[in-house]
């Protein structure tokens, strides 16, 4: 459910409100009563921060080059 920001324009009062989307927004303010209230647009408490996802892969296939060929002739 998102969380809705009201501002009040007569009393200045903001609170916000959990509301789901078949929900009549809030018109009267809890505080003084006046139908001043407009909702703000910013959406709280649904902010991802740092979504840098870093994968460093240090995978060096060194592949073993250890087989030194000496090959060795029999000579007769
Ligand atoms: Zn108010």
């Keep these: 459910m998102p969380i809705y920001e009201y501002i009040c324009d007569g009393c200045g009062y903001e609170f916000e409100e959990l509301q789901g989307m078949s929900e009549l927004p809030v018109e009267v303010c809890p505080k003084c009563g006046a139908r001043q209230v ?39």
Excluded at 45 to 67: A, E, M
């Design 38 to 76: 407009r909702r703000k647009m910013s959406v709280s408490g649904f902010h991802l921060k740092g979504t840098g996802w870093y994968v460093t892969d240090f995978k060096n296939s060194g592949k073993g080059s250890g087989g030194s060929g000496s090959s060795k002739e029999g000579s007769k």
